[in-house]
């Protein structure tokens, strides 16, 4: 079945630095459209960022400008380089994977925990 790994999450202060790493199955990653969520306490989970086949993206207002999400097709890999990080980037991030053909087919990661300190 389809397995997305992910890695990179910790804990770091404010205006520091994180990458977070997912690894998806090679047999759907380069037809799918590969995504960041977030989910603090209390909160609705959010799109991040979004990363489409054809290599398009999409951010949040909150995080334009800080964070970049790329993909390596060759490692079947999707990253998310979190810059100028802020308390309130503070949640549990999901690596999600939307295949184009079946767009209804949703794949998702375990969730990394990222804190970010002041």
């Known amino acids: 079945q389809v397995q997305l790994v992910e890695s990179g999450g910790g804990l770091v202060q404010a205006g520091g630095s994180l990458r977070l790493s997912c690894a998806a199955s090679g047999s759907i990653f380069s037809r799918s459209a590969m995504g960041w969520f977030r989910q603090a306490p209390g909160k609705q989970r959010e799109l991040v960022a979004l990363?489409?086949?054809?290599?398009?993206?999409n951010y949040a207002d909150s995080v334009k400008g800080r964070f970049t999400i790329s993909r390596d097709n060759a490692k079947n890999t999707v990253y998310l380089q979190m810059n100028s990080l802020k308390p309130e980037d503070t949640a549990v991030y999901y690596c999600?994977?939307?295949?184009?053909?079946?767009?209804?087919?949703?794949?998702w990661g375990q969730g990394t925990q990222v804190t970010v300190s002041s």
């Open positions: 990363i489409r086949s054809g290599g398009t993206t």
């Open positions: 999600n994977a939307r295949r184009d053909l079946w767009p209804n087919n949703n794949y």
